[in-house]
Nanobody, 116 residues
Framework: QVQLVESGGGLVQPGGSLRLSCAASGSRFNINAMGWYRQAPGKQRDLVATITRTGNTNYADSVKGRFTISRDNTKNTVWLQMNSLKPEDAGVYYC??????????WGKGTLVTVSS
């Protein structure tokens, strides 16, 4: 059974930084894409950033230039470095891994609060 565990969320002031991490454990599986998604209260879950196994990245327009996604294939881990955080960046951040068969695995989420 595959489990994804996120960490790194918390309270940060506007303009601050946080680094989220997500690691997979359990049965071995071939991960293709990894990604981060954000869900604000009362809103749908939106894509923040994704990265393929070969390192191709994609970002939501709202985070370009401020967030950086990276991964370590040997550790089945993905990170999201978030800089210059804004109140609108707040929400629950979920990581998602997708294998080569198109099966998605989700973490339980980590809360990011941006407030002074």
């Amino acid at each position: 059974q595959v489990q994804l565990v996120e960490s790194g969320g918390g309270l940060v002031q506007p303009g601050g930084s946080l680094r989220l991490s997500c690691a997979a454990s359990g049965s071995r599986f071939n991960i293709n894409a990894m990604g981060w998604y954000r869900q604000a209260p009362g809103k749908q879950r939106d894509l923040v950033a994704t990265i393929t196994r070969t390192g191709n990245t994609n970002y939501a327009d709202s985070v370009k230039g401020r967030f950086t996604i990276s991964r370590d294939n040997t550790k089945n881990t993905v990170w999201l470095q978030m800089n210059s955080l804004k109140p609108e960046d707040a929400g629950v951040y979920y990581c998602k891994f997708q294998n080569y068969y198109g099966t998605d695995y989700w973490g339980k989420g980590t809360l990011v609060t941006v407030s002074s």
